[in-house]
């Protein structure tokens, strides 16, 4: 059987402080954050905010996958899409999202990526 080719995180940040969750300027720096904290490396980075005190939806693009986020500040919540590959380490960038988005509640669901999920 061959091994996973990567580890792929669903994040539910619920919450969170809703002033960080619409400030795109924030949430980039948290998601960088997280990448440098997991050991993974950014290659390129997009955000778009909804506008005054709505969400912001973003990417950063990762040598080792990626890191999207879409954020409702009025719900407090955001949802989080973290895919490693390599020696990454997704738990070290759960950790920092969730302090830097001052989220007091989070679920993850764990997918393990690669051929062997594949059923033939």
Do not use: K
């Not at 669903?10 to 002033?19: F, V």
């Not at 997991?38 to 909804?50: I, K, L, R, T």
């Not at 040598?63 to 955001?78: D, G, K, N, T």
Request: with cysteine; net charge negative; hydrophobic share 50%.
């Amino acid at each position: 059987m061959t091994a996973a080719v990567g580890q792929h995180w669903l994040i539910e940040l619920s919450q969170a402080d809703p002033a960080r969750l619409a400030s795109p300027a924030q949430i980039e720096h948290a998601l960088r954050a997280a990448a440098e904290a997991a050991g993974a490396h950014v290659v390129h980075a997009h955000f778009h905010h909804f506008g005054p005190n709505q969400g912001v939806t973003g990417m950063l693009l990762l040598r080792e996958s990626h890191i999207s986020i879409h954020s409702w500040p009025e719900l407090a919540y955001a949802a989080v899409d973290l895919f490693m590959c390599g020696h990454a380490a997704p738990d070290r960038a759960l950790a920092v999202l969730q302090a830097q988005l001052q989220a007091a509640a989070f679920q993850v669901r764990q997918l393990q990526r690669g051929p062997q999920a594949v059923e033939p």
